[in-house]
């Protein structure tokens, strides 16, 4: 058994690791400790209370995979439900799709019963009106919504490198390996911006019979260069943990053009080893790591590769 998660997940890696001991299986396990997350309104990089696209507005993503079966499912630009990690994992259940996003999976949401939610809270509203204010002409502001978003002089941005999305990934009693993720994707997003976190074989990928991995920071460059499908590959091919994440890496290096900043990559193997790898981050980056042999969950810190 083994779970990694970044340290945004902190607040639901005790959770999860109850219920690995208890032998639930890994999927359901993650999922229970990343609605911890999502409902957390202290962490504003993922549900409730969260940093919004360019209107002011909590988009979320989320995805889950089982890596017995390589069944997936996930949901982009999700608006007004509490767990998206829970709706995306019933795409997975009830649906013969893997992805929903929009208004579809909104609809989908309330026919499952999934529990509806405000997100935007205080420090949604309040960083919003901050930000217009910062970077909107007096012009802009009068007719505000009614702007040319393209015309917005300012970039997403990550919040702080070191806390954006979750991403959990871990391997239960029975050797099932499974992902899931969840965040509210990068603050000041143009609408409808889906980053990597939906998207599974650029920001997740679980494998049982080799192992899995999950990315978090910029999601531009992990859907080019299929980041978490290329890590479980790599290992299919017979590289270790380590060499698939280093080759992983510098794919991501090759990329020179587009927007390029930080990635984070979090991997385990289907033998119990685990590797995380941070790409130009401006700080260090924690993660956290539970197996058996730990009385609890410990913190780490990533390798670091500076280009
Ligand atoms: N990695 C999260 C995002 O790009 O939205």
Redesign the pocket.
């Known amino acids: 058994m083994i779970l990694l998660t970044n340290y945004e997940g902190r607040c639901g890696v005790y959770k999860t690791v109850e219920l690995l001991k208890n032998k639930v299986n890994a999927i359901r396990a993650i999922i229970e400790g990343i609605k911890l997350v999502e409902a957390n309104p202290e962490i504003h990089t993922v549900g409730a209370n969260s940093l919004p696209n360019l209107l002011g507005q909590l988009e979320l993503?989320s995805a889950v995979m089982d890596g017995n079966t390589r069944r997936s499912g996930a949901v982009g630009a999700l608006k007004g439900f509490k767990h998206p990690v829970e709706i995306a994992y019933h795409v997975m259940t009830d649906l013969e799709h893997e992805i929903l996003v929009g208004a579809g999976a909104e609809r989908f949401a309330k026919e499952i019963g999934a529990e509806k939610y405000i997100n935007e809270m205080e420090n949604t509203k309040t960083a919003w009106h901050e930000f217009l204010d910062s970077v909107l002409t007096e012009e802009q502001k009068q007719i505000f919504p009614n702007i040319r978003l393209l015309d917005v002089k300012a970039k997403p941005k990550d919040p702080d490198p070191l806390f954006?999305?979750t991403v959990y990934l871990a391997q239960d009693y029975s050797g099932r390996i499974a992902t899931a993720t969840s965040?509210s994707?990068?603050p000041w997003k143009y609408p409808g911006r889906l980053?990597?976190?939906p998207i599974i074989g650029a920001?997740s990928y679980a494998d049982s019979r080799y192992g899995a991995c999950a990315?978090?920071?910029?999601?531009e460059m992990t859907i080019r260069a299929g980041t978490a499908r290329s890590v479980v590959l790599y290992l299919k091919m017979g590289l270790t943990l380590s060499e698939a994440v280093h080759e992983a890496v510098m794919d991501l290096v090759d990329l020179k053009t587009g927007f390029t900043n930080a990635v984070t990559i979090h991997a385990i193997d289907n033998k119990g080893h685990y590797k995380v790898v941070a790409l130009n981050p401006n700080k260090e980056v924690k993660y956290l790591i539970w197996h058996p042999d730990l009385d609890e969950p410990k913190i780490k810190l990533a390798e670091i590769i500076t280009t």
């Open positions: 993503d954006d999305t965040t994707g990068w980053g990597d976190s920001g990315c978090t920071h910029t999601g």
